[in-house]
RNA sequence: AGGGAAGUAGCUCAAUCGGCAGAGCAGGUGCCUUUGGAGCACAAGGUUAAAGGUUCGAGUCCUUUCUUCCCUGCCA
């Protein structure tokens, strides 16, 4: 990994800044799922202490539990460790320098650097100022340090309500920096705590625990995102008046994903109002959606780095994530046949009730993967969308009188079209060449298509979950006039059931991952039973007949004007 | 009375402290194939936001301008 990041800290590898240790960490609020995005800094994280020989602590920032909860605490670190990283016995949580910090702001009101301030929330707001204007002083800013302590003391005992008081740093209220118009260090806050419980009435704002935090955890580089840029003068500060060791906070842009939105409130709007079954819908961008989804820590991984590290805010295009769970599942996923929508074919002079076992290459990508016995019989389904009666050019599969190949089986040549009573083709009848038995001629006379199939009598129905792009727009929430779930794709999901599979996947586990052939990815999902199994379509093949189809429908190359 | 940041190909990023602006993805063309979907090859894509300056030479240094983003929670 080579980034701005990596140069800052082979410039203090060089200056001997920090003896050359490197110390990270990754520091989730318990208030959600983790999402795409904190898989990079996940990656980001960890991955810069692997390559610098050093360590990277997990620790969650449980410093408002008004919003934070168990169930997030558990679902973080089960991502994490999915991820493919390990903290060892490194898993902190802010709230175990609750006294710590307690004592700190002791030591910042005995010097004279911090005040109890009994403002009113209104008349804090009212006394900061704008962006344009300075802020006042609190008529309580100059408070005798004794006083102060006294009624920190009883903030801490419970002796006011929320809202009658709190802990501000005294630094500037002129400052252009917003952030350090003496910031509220601690304020009251009357729910328990899912760790400390009802110890604490009064809680560290995360400017105050952040630093210290990571100080005390001897963090060298103190990786955020950018909206911390304003931030970093208050950590700087809380640090050298506290006079502790003091890592160095560097921002980077977080990452941005196309057809998709990753904000927490918007993740959890798509959850409580159903627009997704929950955290781990597997269209829902989040590190246990994609997990469900099937993709793999390896593919989330290579992403992340492929997106880049930089002080640019940008959108990495959702085609790069299925790029690379392509590219791993080409060389891991074994193949296999399935049909999603069938097409009878019978193969008239196949005998009636002959079955054949024929050997299927598991996975071309990997000899070690060996091979499999596929039964072929009389009575097959083929994909539907593999045969045209009146075929355009450019269309090379089954038509009548044409000749395809079935995979891994026989040539085969279809000599007849039967349809009911609407004109809806229901049947194909073709006839098979014995000779050309395993898929090649020794005639040596080509076809230019091979199809997919499965034996009708032997085929294994299951359900599978197609899934498309969430929204229908590259950024959904880029309209200021419409709500972002205006933009959700209503085929985001299409159920087909059944589906019909080739029998060697019969025992297959949840969270086995396939490719059925010439179609797409697929994962065997939770929801599956012992007598029926569940897909869901991680991601399709590319598919340049369908590319070449809407070019044909399409020639100048533009966007067809949508009709109103 | 504002403060902080960022502008390089459609997108994401490079460019070894001034030395021929390069990659990946997407899009394009072609080859190949027992996955038409794997694989491979090729081409295209740029006034480095703009102007001025320094210099033999500027994406890089200086000045000015423009654009975009973040900051006025007792959230993180």
Known sequence: MRNFITEIIDEHKN???????????????????LHIGH????????????????????????TNPAKEEQ????????????????????LFFASDYFDALY??????????????????????????GTLNEPGVESPYRDRPADENLRLFEKMRAGGFKEGEAVLRAKIDMSSGNINLRDPVMYRIV????????????????????????????????????LEYEDHRPLYDWYLDNIEIFHPQQIEFARLNVSHTVLSKRKLIRLVQENHVTGWDDPRMPTISGLRRRGYTPSAIRNFSEDAGISKVKGVVDLHKLEYHIRQDLNKSANRVMAVLNP????????????????????NPEDEAAGTRMAPFSKVLYIERDDFMEDPPRKFFRLAPGREVRLRYAYFITCTDVVKDENGHIVELRCRYDPATRGGAAPDGRRVKA????????HALTAEARLYENLFTVEAPEA??????????????????????????????????????????????????????????????????WAKLRKKTANPSGKKRRRRN
């Open 190 to 225: 009357d729910v328990p705590h899912p760790r400390t419980g009802k110890t604490w009435k009064i809680y560290p704002m995360y400017d105050f625990a952040h630093g210290q935090s990571d100080s005390i955890e001897g963090v060298t580089h103190s990786i955020c995102t």
């Open 39 to 62: 898989a990079q800094a996940i990656c980001l994280n960890f991955g810069i202490a692997e390559q610098y020989g050093g360590l990277c602590n997990l620790r969650f920032d449980d």
């Open 479 to 544: 309209d200021a006039e419409k709500d972002f779930t205006e933009f959700i794709n209503p085929d985001s999901l299409k159920i087909v059931d059944p589906i019909y599979v080739e029998p060697s996947v019969k025992s297959a586990a949840v969270g086995d991952r396939f490719q059925f052939e010439r179609l797409a990815y697929f994962v065997v999902d939770q929801d599956s039973t012992s007598d029926k199994l569940v897909f869901n379509r991680t991601v399709t093949l590319r598919d340049q």
């Open 103 to 128: 004592e700190m702001a002791v030591d910042l009101i005995r010097i004279g650097k911090a005040y109890v301030d009994e403002l009113s929330q209104d008349e804090i707001r009212e006394y900061r």
């Open 343 to 362: 097409l009878k074919v019978v193969i008239e002079n196949y005998p009636d009730d002959q079955v054949e076992a024929l050997e299927a290459i598991n």
């Open 15 to 33: 200056d001997g800044r920090f003896n050359g240790v490197v110390h990270t960490r990754f520091p989730p609020e318990p208030n959600g799922y």
């Open 450 to 457: 091979t199809l997919h199939w499965v034996s009708a009598r």
């Open 71 to 90: 169930e997030y605490i558990d679902a973080i670190i089960e991502d994490v460790r999915w991820l493919g990283y390990d903290w060892d016995d490194r």
